[in-house]
Nanobody, 123 residues
Framework: QLQLVPSGGGLVQPGGSLRLSCAASGFPLDSFGIAWFHQAPGEDQEGISYMHSDGTTNYRDSVKGRFTISRDNAKSMIYLQMNSLKPDDTGVYYC????WGRGGFTQYDYDYWGAGTQITVSS
């Protein structure tokens, strides 16, 4: 059974850091594209970062320089390191995986999804 199980959400003060993780099981992570999506309160889900199976990465401008996507294929883990967090980063975060090895910022590129994890940035 293919699964992505997230962890690492919570409450953080502005300027703080968090690391989100997703544990993958049931499929060979190294051949998959991966991504993180963010859904702010009352807003549509938006892709914020992705990594192709070859390691190519991209970030939405709103998180560029603050967030880092990474993967540990040996451990079947996906990460999102989030630094200099802002109140606008509040919302639900989702990890996703694309079996064709690549994906962009659109949700339709991804066929496997983790459950959302809530992050609240507030003082």
């Amino acid at each position: 059974q293919l699964q992505l199980v997230p962890s690492g959400g919570g409450l953080v003060q502005p300027g703080g850091s968090l690391r989100l993780s997703c544990a993958a099981s049931g499929f060979p992570l190294d051949s998959f594209g991966i991504a993180w999506f963010h859904q702010a309160p009352g807003e549509d889900q938006e892709g914020i970062s992705y990594m192709h199976s070859d390691g190519t990465t991209n970030y939405r401008d709103s998180v560029k320089g603050r967030f880092t996507i990474s993967r540990d294929n040996a451990k079947s883990m996906i990460y999102l390191q989030m630094n200099s967090l802002k109140p606008d980063d509040t919302g639900v975060y989702y990890c996703a995986a694309a079996s064709w090895g690549r994906g962009g910022f659109t949700q339709y590129d991804y066929d496997y999804w983790g459950a959302g994890t809530q992050i609240t940035v507030s003082s």
